[in-house]
């Protein structure tokens, strides 16, 4: 199992960004992927979820702000993020199973 983030970036405050998540070692849609955040000196939170069927799972500070969307086809996993603000700088990781990727790092100044 292998996940390849991309689409972090250095952002202002309100900002938006585009992660991507490409996927690949097993049968995409199985289970449920997530998006996965750590901010220095903290513990890895999820951020949203995508299950097989298409359920969606949000973290509260996620709603409303954050879209988790898949392309079976291609193996991709995204997250469109809007109206960023300095709370969301982590390094974001692509998750399944107990499997994550090596990250893509957002931050967000004010």
């Known amino acids: 199992v292998q996940f390849v983030e991309s689409g972090g970036g250095l952002v202002e405050n309100g900002g938006s960004l585009r992660l991507s998540c490409i996927a690949s070692?097993?049968?995409?849609?199985?289970?449920?992927l997530s998006w996965d955040r750590q901010a220095p000196g903290k513990n890895r939170e999820t951020v949203a979820s995508?299950?097989?069927?298409?359920?969606?799972y949000y973290a509260d500070f996620a709603k409303g702000r954050f879209t988790i969307s898949a392309d079976n086809e291609k193996n991709m996993l995204y997250l469109q993020m809007n109206n960023l603000n300095p709370d969301d700088t982590a390094m974001y990781y692509c998750?399944?199973?107990?499997?994550w990727g090596r990250g893509t790092q957002v931050t967000v100044v004010s």
């Open positions: 998750h399944w199973r107990g499997t």
């Open positions: 070692g097993f049968l995409f849609g199985i289970g449920t």
């Open positions: 995508w299950g097989g069927s298409g359920n969606t």
